[in-house]
């Protein structure tokens, strides 16, 4: 065997380097030790100080572009922040002038609030002695819708029809005719107010925006950087179609307090009362809740026995559960004693399976406890099914007293509606002498 050394020359520097040891044998061919005939995974010295030179290059480079973007970021920063600061001031300015336009507004609707309210009192004044006359008349009203709508409260089959609710619905139509008659001498006086206070109505709608509107706006000129309450709200800064302009909102509230100012102008006084005609309206409708309460008193005595025959049924119901109850906790226990012979049957075949070999013999014993097994589960079988049937029939038991025990609610609801609200409402019935304006 002979030993040679192989060597190549470097890259760029020149001369000759020792990169591996060959081993030639006797036959001719090369064996290196880790290659034969190639170069290996290293690198030449020109080649490490030329990666060394590229990266401290490349670092002073990196390090020159950071420091230049340092000083244009400062400057930048220097920049926005005054121009935020002069932003803010002049927003902050516009705040307040946008406060005193909208305090302005506030005191001209104040003032025709205060107007409107003073010339709808003057009118209310003028035909007084006409609204006692008609206001007594809202009570009889007010009592015969309410006996209608709390009757409607009724449930079930007792949701009829009956003698009360036409004497009621007749009441309602006589205290309608009499409240006519009674308004067309004030129609106009009428009329005139609800405009009155519709307009009115606007302008405290007007003031109140308005108001919400200087809350809103006082606290976003007041706001500063240093606060806490202030956070992103994305998409804030976008117009809104619905926005109005400082026109028309300026020339919105001028119109409402001008059309105001022409209702309160239009104003009209109306005096007229006809006595006869308070009396004859009194008369009718005093005689007309004196009908109504005789449909009352009968309608309650009526339901008061339909109750005690319904409660009779109850009781034999009751009685007949109770019995069936009884039963089907007899079943119960029956099947719950047929669990522990099973157990023992069923544990023995369990047991006896592990015999070994030909022990595992289907002996007469096996038979007797295989046919044990079936002759409980066929008795456990009927007991449920007994059991089932008893507890349909318990079932429709339950059901039948359900259905009484809601049709007594019934009834009773039916009595705290008539008795209770309806006619204890009714004793608030106002005298003659209310009835005629006094």
Not at 188 to 195: F, N, P, T, V, Y
Not at 282 to 303: G, I
Not at 325 to 353: G, S
Request: net charge negative.
């Amino acid at each position: 065997m002979e030993t040679t050394t192989t060597t190549t020359g470097g890259g760029g520097g020149g001369g000759s380097y020792r990169y591996e040891t060959t081993f030639s044998s006797n036959v001719g061919n090369d064996m290196g030790v880790p290659t034969v005939g190639y170069r290996s995974a290293k690198f030449n010295p020109p080649e490490w100080n030329e990666t060394n030179y590229s990266k401290y290059y490349q670092s002073f480079a990196d390090r020159d572009s950071a420091e230049k973007t340092r000083h244009a970021a400062s400057d930048l920063i220097k920049e926005t922040e005054a121009l935020s600061i002069k932003t803010q001031t002049e927003n902050t300015k516009k705040l307040a002038e946008r406060l005193k336009d909208i305090g302005f507004w506030k005191t001209e609707l104040h003032r025709e609030i205060n107007d409107m309210v003073t010339e709808t009192d003057l009118v209310l004044e003028r035909k007084k002695r006409l609204e006692n006359a008609l206001r007594a008349m809202e009570i009889p009203l007010h009592i015969a819708i309410d006996n209608l709508n709390c009757r409607q409260r009724r449930e079930g089959v007792d949701l009829v029809q009956d003698d009360v609710e036409l004497e009621l619905l007749k009441e309602v139509e006589v205290i309608n005719n009499a409240q006519d008659l009674l308004r067309r001498t004030i129609r106009e006086a009428d009329l005139q107010i609800k405009r009155n206070r519709d307009h009115k109505q606007i302008l405290e709608m007007d003031w109140s925006d308005k108001k919400e509107a200087e809350e809103i706006d006082s606290f976003c000129a007041n706001l500063r950087n240093e606060h806490t309450c202030k956070q992103f709200y994305p998409g804030a800064a976008r117009f809104q179609e619905i926005q109005s302009t400082p026109e028309s909102w300026a020339q919105f509230t001028h119109d409402n307090i001008a059309r105001a100012e022409n209702e309160r102008l239009a104003s009209i006084q109306l005096r007229a009362l006809i006595d006869n005609v308070i009396q004859d309206t009194s008369r009718d409708v005093k005689q007309q809740a004196d009908a109504v309460d005789a449909a009352f008193r009968r309608r309650v005595a009526e339901v008061e026995e339909a109750k005690r025959q319904l409660e009779e049924h109850l009781k034999k119901i009751c009685d007949t559960i109770l019995d069936s109850e009884r039963a089907i906790e007899d079943i119960k226990r029956a099947i719950k004693a047929k669990e522990d012979p099973m157990k023992v049957a069923q544990t023995r075949l369990h047991q006896r399976e592990y015999r070994p070999n030909v022990e595992l013999c289907r002996d007469p014993a096996q038979f007797g406890l295989v046919s044990e097994v079936h002759e409980i589960s066929a008795a456990t079988d009927a007991l449920m099914q007994k059991l089932r049937d008893a507890e349909t029939r318990l079932k429709e038991l339950q059901d039948q007293r359900m259905a009484l025990e809601k049709e007594i609610s019934i009834k009773k609801n039916t009595l705290f509606v008539d008795r209770e609200k309806c006619m204890t409402h009714r004793t608030r019935y106002p005298s003659v002498t209310k009835l005629q304006g006094y």
